[in-house]
Each structure stands twice: as structure tokens, then as C-alpha cells.
């Protein structure tokens, strides 16, 4: 039986499993699954269990977005976050359900907001995270005034945060009246904490050191009854979740190593050992590996929500498990503690995992560009791998979806760049869309990407790569675009297209570019500097550096650059593509989201008044209340209603479909 072309309405009945758990025991896997509701227009979240031989049945059901969830020590109860989207005021949850069946149980509900919670390893309290929102007036929905006294002060897809942060608060499972029993303070996140095994003390990550928006975070261990917390870490740049080993005399996370870096654009991240005691111990256990134990891989169904997972273990505490972004996917490897790594799924790329160190098994979800959102387990050296689910199986089997060929490619200055192209059937020559990617510190790879599938159904080839200054390759390639985010990825992304035309299966003389939030700098440059794509696309982007360092991230932007505006503002404008802006003449659509804090409406705005005003042809599509991550988790019609705009100009400036197909 032929199979059906993807459509732009498929996304509104994907069900996308997230945020996997494997029970204590291995019997049993646990994830929430993402589901939309045309109807409603709204994005809902449930959770969903496999037990061992068995199909995978509801674990929660209703129109609420519940995640967070986490086994019990003893495997007999889940621990999870609920939110009902809508409700007013706007209330967090946090629930217990037993994991033999029965209802969820609300052990709190709190005008404000959770992080996951961990389990004391005794089963009878658990530690989270909490923010409180700021008070409204008696009849309000909305605050008359907010106060701003901090440098990150908002943050895209929360807004305007609130005056209260992130703290680590202690709730007893069992009693009448479960209550937040307050475990930190001060004016500072934090987050993640993860008790001990002999369940004394917890391991948190804060940054408690100067300015604390300026810089990144450190792995701080406190009593688990509350107290003083130690400081372990001396703050060189970014860590990510810790994960302590099995006899409580070290911790595992993923972390900057060498010297003091801001993020991941030019440090690079090891696997860290790391000692409670304060004595700051941070040993690298992966020296000999130059890429990072992150999932740094995007696509538009998961986008970069488990970019950090804590490490796992197994029970003796001589392997660790983690993700690894190596040349256009993520692996999930073993490490043992004489250094040696090991890849145990290496055939797709791995979403996110959870290990169960008492029975020596991990669960993870894995990807690849034709067969997406997989269940699967295994031994931690990869043996006995079944697939426990697979949400998407009926869509997989109904529409055709293209594979595409890779393609290595060497630049003109000697760089390998690493890519791929996905065509349509039939002999061509297609046009083509050359999509740059954001970041720029993530890469493109062996993933299903949606929009990538639409645009080759409707007749495009489609060309996406990993210029320079992309994650996956090395901290070499990825630091090479410090201060100079445009020249060298021009170079790789026009290298890539001259690959692309070599291939005899594209049209050169009908080709477009599009790209967001670094993608759309880079789409910005790309145009500014040749006139060989017919029509451009530039979403969620970046004209002007000097407007980024105003963003949510813009103290990170400053940082990273070791410069601010009223500082270098040369170095500004040499980095903004609004400079040269002048040279375009190639069509430009702008897309831009009204409640964008990442990338704000005005970077969009600047480039297409400028355009206009120099007679240049431009035009901008504005979507009110939406946010950066639009095209991933945004308002369901608003997210068709993009790749419909996008689909409808390029058909007008690269020819219709009857032409295309």
C-alpha cells in the first residue's frame, strides 16, 4: 500500500514521549507523552507506563500537563508535576500515585512553580525546587506593577520572572497535611538536588559567588534536615544535573573544565568527579574525549528539554552512563572509571535516559530521521535492547518520510563539514531550502525533523549542515567563531550549497535560505553577502548585537563576547548583520514572535524597517503571544499557521508547486 506525503496538520496528532523513568526494579518504564488538542487549542501532557511484556497503557489521564515524574526507592509509588493549563489563578502541583493503579494523589498545590522532585532513599520525604509567583491584587490576573531589581530579570517562556527564586524545599509524603518545609535562601536559584545514598545530605547546584547572573553555577551538598551548605566546585563555567555514586563518596555531572569559560561556545564539558566534602575537587573523567557528555543534537520535536540528564551508574558505581553530541547525534556511552568509553547505543540518536543501578538497566528514547520517539531498554553495556514503546509506529507506517543522503564536505580554507540533504522523489532538479540552524552551540543531525519532511512533500530539497561554531565536533571547531560569528559559517554554509547543486539533483537557480534565532543571524549574513538565493526566510532573529545583550540571556551574550556594547561598540557592529544590511537584495520574509524575551521583536523589526525604507522587498509576520520556542511548543494553530507562511512565500518567489513537482 503507497503511503500518504507528510502534511503540515500532522503535528497536531503526534503523541511525543519525554522525560523517560525506568522503575527501581526494571519491570517497568514510565514517560509523559505530549499530545495537542485541535479542539481546545492547547498542548497536553500525561504520563504513560510499560511493564515488561506488556503494552504500554495510560498512567494518568485528562486535560492537565503532568511530568516531573520519579519512582519511589521502592519502586511503589510515582512522584510527579501537575499543571491544568488555563486555571486561574495559575497552580503548580505536586502529586503521588501508587504504581499498582488508583488515582493521583495532590499532595501540594502552590501558586508557583516546581522543579522535579528527588526521593529520599528511605521513601518517606521527597526534595524540590520551588518559586513562588508574586502576589496579585484581590480581583486581578494580572500584577499593576513589576519590580525589577536583578540583571535576569525575565526569561522566554516565562516572562517577567518574580521576585522570589528558586529554592530547595522538603515535603513529608505521608502526613494529613503535607507542607514545604524551607531547606535554602538567599538571592540566588537552587536547583536539581539529589540525596546522598545513606540519604544525609543533598546535592544541589547554585551560584552563590558575586554577581550570580553573570556567572554559571557551582555543586553545593547541605544536610538533608538543612544547615550550611558546602561549597564542592570552583565555578570555571557551566555544570549541569549531579548524580551521586552508590557509596556516597563522590558525584558525577557534567561540567566546564580548564579555563573559566561562559557556557559551551569556547570550553569545553567533561564528565566531572567531584568531592562533597569542599576540598573542590574536580577531576575529569573523560580528558580524552573532545566532545560533550550533553545532548546537544536539535530538531522541532524535542528541541534541547534533556540537554543535561544527571549521569547514571550501575550498582558497584564503576560505570557511568551519559549522552555524548559527536558529529551529528548523540550516543549514550559508558564510561568505566580507568577512562575507558564505550558506546552502547550509537544506531540512533538518544533523546534522554534513566538508569536503574540495581539491576543494571537503562531506559531511553531514541530518534532518526525516519523513525522517530522509541522506547527502548537495555543492559548497561547495550545487550538485550527491546523496544518497550513506540507512540509514533502508526504514523511511521501511514506517511512517507524521506531519508536523507549525508554529505562531508571540505571548504575552501581546509574545514570538514559535516551535512545533510533530503530530496524529494523523482530524478529533480528540485529547488532548495539551505536551513541554518540556532544556537549556534547545538548541531543538526540523524533526527526526524518535521518542517524538514514537510518541505520535501510539498517538492523542495532540503539542505541543513554544521558549519563551524556547531557542537558535535570539538571545542576547536566549535571556539573558531569567538567573536566573529558570521565569516567562517558563511564560508562552510556556501561550500555546503556548492556540494548540494554537485549532487545534479538541484535547481541553482531556485534556491532558498531560512534559519532561526542564530539561524536567522546567519540567514541575515548569508544575504547580506550574496545574491544567490531567490528568497529568504530569517524567524526569531538577530540583526543587531547590541539589541541581543538586552534579551534574557543578554548578561551571557556579554559575557561570552568579553565585551558590552558601551565598552567595544565597534566589535557590535562588526558582528551585526544590520551593518550590511545595505547589500541585500535578495526577498526577505521576517518572522517574529511578540513575547519573544531570546531574541525580542525588535531585532526583527529593525531589519525589516530598514529594508523597507531603503526600497528593498521585505516582509514581516507577527505572532502575538507566542515566544521564542514557537515553531516546538508554541499555540498549535499559530505553529501551522508559520510553516503555512513560510510554504506560501516561497512558492511565490520559487515557483508553484505544479512547477516544483
Known sequence: MSKRPVRIDDLLHFRIPFDVQIAPDGQSVLWSERRIDSEKGKTFANLVRARTGDEPRPFTTGPTVDGGARFSP?????????RVPGATPAKHQLCVIPTDGGEAHVLLEEPGTFMPPAWSPDGRTVVLPYRANDPLPEGDTEPLSIRVTRVHYKMDGQGYLPRDFFHLYRVEVDPPQPALARLTDGEWDDTDPAFSPDGTRVAFL?????????????????????????????????????????????????????????????????????????????????????????????????????????????????????????????????????????????????????????????AFITTSPTEPGKIEVADLDGANRTVVGWPFRAYCEEVEIRAPQELAVQTPDGAAIGGWLLLPPGPG?????????????????????????IYCARGYAVLYVNPRGSQGYGVEFAKVIHRDWGDKPYVDLMAATDAAIATGKIDASRMGVMGGSYGGYMTNWVIAHTDRFKAAC?????????????????????????????????????????????????????????????????????MYVMLRVLGKEAEMVLFPGSGHDLSRNGPPRQRIERIQVIDEWFARKLGPKEERT
Not at 521502592?74 to 501537575?82: K, S, Y
Request: aromatic letters at 8%; glycine letters at 10%.
Open 74 to 82: 521502592d519502586g511503589r509509588r510515582v512522584a510527579f508535576l501537575r
Open 206 to 362: 547554585s551560584n552563590r559567588r558575586g554577581d550570580h547572573d553573570l556567572e554559571n553555577k557551582d555543586l553545593f551538598v547541605l544536610p538533608a534536615g538543612g544547615g550550611a551548605p558546602v561549597q564542592c566546585t570552583l565555578g570555571r563555567g557551566e555544570l549541569f544535573a549531579p548524580a551521586w555514586a552508590p557509596d556516597g563518596t563522590w558525584l558525577a555531572c557534567a561540567g566546564a573544565t580548564g579555563e573559566k569559560t561562559i557556557g559551551l561556545m569556547r570550553g569545553r564539558c567533561d564528565v566531572l568527579r567531584v568531592l562533597p566534602d569542599g576540598t573542590h575537587l574536580e577531576e575529569s573523567l573523560t580528558p580524552q574525549v573532545d566532545r560533550n557528555p550533553l545532548n546537544l543534537t536539535i530538531d522541532d520535536v524535542w528541541g534541547l528539554e534533556h540537554m543535561g540528564r544527571a549521569p547514571g551508574f550501575s550498582r558497584d558505581g564503576r560505570t557511568l552512563i551519559f549522552p555524548l553530541s559527536d558529529s551529528g547525534q548523540t550516543d549514550l556511552c559508558a564510561l568505566d572509571l580507568g577512562g575507558t568509553v564505550r558506546r552502547i547505543v550509537f544506531d540512533r540518536s538518544v533523546v534522554t535516559y534513566s538508569v536503574a543501578p540495581a539491576v543494571g538497566r537503562v
Open 429 to 453: 532538479p528540485f529547488p532548495m531550502l539551505l536551513d541554518i540552524h540556532g544556537g549556534p552551540i547545538v548541531q543538526f543531525g540523524r533526527t526526524f525533523f518535521l518542517e524538514h519532511q
Open 538 to 606: 530569517t524567524q526569531r532573529t538577530v540583526s543587531h548585537m547590541e539589541s541581543l545583550i538586552w534579551s534574557d540571556y543578554g548578561s551571557y551574550w556579554g559575557e561570552e563576547l568579553e565585551a558590552w556594547p558601551w565598552e567595544d561598540p565597534a566589535l557590535f557592529e562588526r558582528l551585526s548583520p544590520l551593518t550590511y544590511a545595505k547589500n541585500i537584495r535578495t526577498p526577505v520574509l521576517i518572522l517574529q514572535s511578540l513575547s519573544d524575551h531570546r531574541t525580542p521583536p525588535d531585532q526583527g523589526e529593525r
